[in-house]
């Protein structure tokens, strides 16, 4: 957000653009909520837009365009092979990184089944390190055959702290796993910015070439997923030294300098839908581009629309804005501040992406076995309309015996998409966790009754145990009368 203050001294969150386009919402009335939800097998996932007032669900290719971009999909040059648009995208991105080649990709994780491909299939039990996995890429990389480490700072799992970078690795636990595994062992190291899944937190420069210098000296490759980008850089400029006057592009340089490959979901990053990689070496990109027709399509589209392609060659470019990519973080810290005022717990500080409610203490009575971030996602649905998501043991897969892995963090993500809400809805969002707050202990545990295989929490189904949610959605009528 440019340099505004108000008169009051109050740190209001202040839009730095005007809705022109608008999208009609519907907020139901609490019963409806509680049987949409029951329909949706408490899973926030198979809720059905129509019924959802706010969806806080995702970041991912909900954000609003820009005027520009939509103006761009109107130019946009339809062909199979040797798309100008495809060349006009391909120049943005090399400019906004300074790497060599770039690979079109349909979303993030069709980059990394790619990245796995090339990387880990050819290492079996080989490790990916990593400040912390994403659900997408660490299924990619088991699928392939290979692990996961995590060696994100201790500080990263707290919920509460005050350092600045808390999506750094750790780089004492970097070198003793790089000695203990020895490095042939090791497929890539992964460096997720604007780590997702511990609260959308950043990773600092300096942490960053910490690590590149380690891979470089050991000659493993360094991969980074700039699919939270935007947000990272917004950190860097705000947090870390030396940054303040930086240039957002000669950040992002500085950034992919000290990689060797550089994916993202354009979900996310560029405020469209698609992806891709991006690699300076010739013989990664050979290998790495054999692949892209056999799962994405041709070099030139790999998947995307073109329309798509030319409003994500704008909305690249409109992320080395710092009025665009400050507008997110921005209202998050608005949204956790007003959580953290009734002393509710949640993931400080606040990162990009969204404010993350700490399950474990907000639903502190319900054991970890019985999902209490999904059962809150689901009581948060039923007493606002607001669709969050669950990240915590439901998003993780089971162990080999089967048995459950428990996350380290039980997280209830209230996801706040680009440009999307203004703040009176990011403050009827508080509004309805303060009261269900306040009503905590009349939320119970979940179990699942349809349990997939793989990526269990995008469309399994589960069932309250008790009649919580009927008793939650009657309180909610006696203590809000006839208010929606
Ligand atoms: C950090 C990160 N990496 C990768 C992905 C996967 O991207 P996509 O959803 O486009 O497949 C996501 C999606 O949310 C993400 O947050």
């Known amino acids: 957000m440019s340099n505004v203050k108000f008169l009051s001294g109050e740190n209001i969150p202040l839009e730095m653009h005007k809705v022109r386009m608008v999208q009609r919402v519907n907020l139901l009335p609490v019963e409806d909520r509680l049987q949409r939800m029951e329909e949706a097998g408490f899973n926030t996932f198979l809720l059905k837009n129509r019924d959802v007032f706010m969806d806080m669900l995702t970041d991912s290719g909900v954000n609003a365009m820009s005027q520009n971009q939509y103006a761009a999909m109107m130019q946009a040059d339809d062909s199979y092979a040797g798309s100008e648009t495809f060349y006009k995208l391909e120049d943005v991105l090399k400019d906004m990184f300074g790497m060599k080649y770039f690979l079109p990709a349909h979303q993030g994780r069709a980059c990394e089944n790619i990245i796995s491909q090339i990387l880990v299939k050819p290492k079996p039990g080989s490790a990916a390190i990593m400040n912390y996995h994403f659900t997408t890429t660490k299924a990619h990389i088991t699928l392939n055959g290979g692990v996961v480490e995590e060696i994100v700072g201790d500080e990263g799992l707290k919920i509460s702290s005050k350092v600045p970078f808390k999506g750094d690795i750790d780089i004492d636990k970097l070198n003793a796993l790089i000695k203990r595994l020895g490095k042939e062992k090791i497929s890539f190291v992964r460096i997720e910015a604007g780590t997702n899944l511990i609260g959308g937190q950043p990773v600092s420069m300096k942490n960053m ?34 940054y303040l006057n930086a240039d957002l592009r000669d950040i992002t340089r500085e950034i992919a300098s000290l990689m060797d490959i550089v994916y993202f979901s354009a979900r996310k990053l560029g405020s469209a839908r698609g992806g891709g990689i991006l690699v300076s070496d010739d013989s990664l990109f050979l290998t790495m581009r054999e692949l892209v027709p056999l799962y994405e399509g ?40 007003e959580l953290i005022k009734k002393d509710i717990p949640v993931v400080t500080p606040p990162g990009g992406l969204g404010c993350h409610v700490d399950a474990k203490q907000f639903c502190s009575h319900i054991k970890q076995d019985m999902y209490p971030a999904g059962a809150l996602a689901s009581a948060i649905f039923i ?17 080999e015996d089967g048995s459950n892995r428990f996350a380290e963090m039980e997280l209830a993500r209230i996801a706040v998409p680009r440009r999307v809400f203004t703040l009176s809805q990011v403050k009827y969002t508080a509004d309805r966790i303060n009261w269900l707050y306040e009503n905590r ?33 009657k309180k909610f009528r006696e203590d809000f009368g006839d208010s929606l």
């Open 209 to 242: 070439k910490e690590v590149s210098a380690i891979c470089r000296k050991e000659g493993i490759p360094l991969v980074y997923d700039a699919s939270l980008l935007g947000d990272n850089l917004y950190f860097i400029k705000q947090k870390e030294d030396g």
């Open 298 to 337: 041709f070099l030139t589209y790999g998947g995307m629309s073109v329309r798509e392609m030319e409003a994500l060659a704008v909305g690249l470019q409109e992320t080395l804005d710092f009025d665009v990519i400050s507008q997110t973080p921005i209202i998050v810290e608005a949204l956790c501040n």
């Open 383 to 399: 007493s606002s309309g607001v669709r969050v998501m669950e990240r915590g043991t439901l998003s993780e897969q089971r162990n």
């Open 441 to 473: 202990r009349l939320i119970g545990g979940l179990t699942f009754v349809e349990e997939p295989r793989v990526l269990r929490f995008f469309f399994g189904r589960l069932e309250p145990i008790g009649d919580w949610p009927t008793v939650l959605a």
